[in-house]
């Protein structure tokens, strides 16, 4: 949903997992390229985005309905510099006594969203 609300503003969306992000997480960042607002479309910081939601969905009464598409959202953090907890990383080279000592991860891999489907398909329910 968002992906397609992006494209109203952007040539170009691109989602994409990063490695310090764990395989189970659902998260994902989104880079989006070249610039495109809908013809008509002026940036203003007096938008009702910026209302409390309850009140805003009172008041886009008169509102037009491309400004209703745009949601909400909040970006924070980097995460480049941390190890994925899921992944394997190979030992170090035979014969090198230097460098880390291969270890487990960091932390177990969450449980998958799919998990309950897992179960139905091996009971043979689905």
């Not at 013809?39 to 209302?51: C, E, N, R, T, Y």
């Not at 009172?58 to 907890?85: H, K």
């Not at 394997?88 to 969203?113: H, M, V």
């Amino acid at each position: 949903m968002i992906y397609d609300q992006l494209l109203n503003f952007f040539g170009e969306v691109d989602c994409a997992k990063p490695r310090s992000s764990r395989s189970s997480s659902i998260e994902a960042f989104v880079v989006c390229r070249n610039y495109a607002p809908p013809d008509g479309f002026v940036p203003d910081m007096s938008h009702p985005l910026l209302m409390n939601p309850a009140t805003r969905c009172q008041s886009d009464e008169g509102t037009s309905q491309d400004l209703r598409r745009i949601l909400d959202f909040v970006a924070c953090g980097d995460l480049s510099a941390w190890p994925d907890s899921d992944m394997n990383y190979p030992p170090p080279s035979p014969g090198i006594n230097e460098g880390p000592e291969d270890t487990n991860p960091i932390a177990p891999p969450t449980e998958p969203p799919y998990k309950e489907w897992l179960l139905k398909k091996s009971r043979g329910e689905l």
